[in-house]
């Protein structure tokens, strides 16, 4: 089940590493990653700072593959946000091991 039919209006901090990870893993559903960079509600104006970050990956670092969304340093930036959700939320799963 995708985030898209989550009942609650405001993703928090671990919803959206969750939507992360699973965007770095490939296991999110298909409008899961485009919700999130379009605008999903989201509980702090932090979170929306990492959503306006992400969005501009692209453009702050261009794919070497034209079928990538970045290279391998905005993965990198992706995989620091994941760590920082994790950590300030509690959770520990397979990106913050």
């Known amino acids: 089940m995708g985030f898209w039919s989550h009942k609650k209006s405001k993703l928090s901090a671990e919803e ?3 939507i992360l990870e699973n965007f ?3 296991t999110g559903d298909d409008w899961e990653w485009d919700g999130f960079t379009r605008g999903m509600e989201l509980e702090s104006q932090e979170l929306d700072e990492i959503r306006k970050k992400c969005v501009t990956l692209y453009f702050d670092f261009p ?3 034209p079928r990538h ?3 391998e340093q ?3 930036v992706i995989r620091e946000y994941i760590r920082q959700l994790r950590a300030s939320s509690g959770s520990r799963t397979k990106s913050s091991k």
């Open 24 to 26: 770095l893993d490939g």
């Open 69 to 71: 969304y970045c290279n």
């Open 74 to 76: 905005g993965l990198d």
């Open 63 to 65: 794919p070497d593959n």
């Open 16 to 18: 959206v590493a969750q």
